[in-house]
């Protein structure tokens, strides 16, 4: 069972950044994917970010250009870089690691904010 710690949420005026990060209770090397998910009051969740074993990053088009999504192997981290942030990006932000097994797992989730 692998643990994920979310952290890095708060309140933020419009065009500030954030830095969320997700730490993992095991080694990362080798998991498939990452990714960062995001829920909004009265919405579904929805993709934000996700990396690859290889590196490879895709994003949501909301998001192009103002996001971030990187990995440091060493620290079993993913990091999510958000700049030039809107209200439209207030929601509850999820981590998603999926291992080498195929098995699938989430944070608890960090609440981001922003404000107008």
């Known amino acids: 069972q692998v643990q994920l710690v979310e952290s890095g949420g708060g309140l933020v005026q419009a065009g500030e950044s954030l830095r969320l990060s997700c730490a993992a209770s095991?080694?990362?090397?080798?998991?498939?994917?990452m990714g960062w998910y995001r829920q909004a009051p009265g919405k579904q969740r929805e993709l934000v970010a996700t990396?690859?074993?290889?590196?490879?990053?895709n994003y949501a088009d909301s998001v192009k250009g103002r996001f971030a999504i990187s990995r440091d192997n060493a620290k079993n981290t993913v990091y999510l870089q958000m700049n030039s942030l809107k209200p439209e990006d207030t929601a509850v932000y999820y981590c998603?690691?999926?291992?080498?097994?195929?098995?699938?797992?989430w944070g608890q989730g960090t609440q981001v904010t922003v404000s107008s």
């Open positions: 998603n690691m999926i291992t080498q097994w195929g098995h699938d797992y």
């Open positions: 095991e080694s990362i090397f080798s998991f498939n994917a």
């Open positions: 990396i690859t074993r290889a590196g490879f990053t």
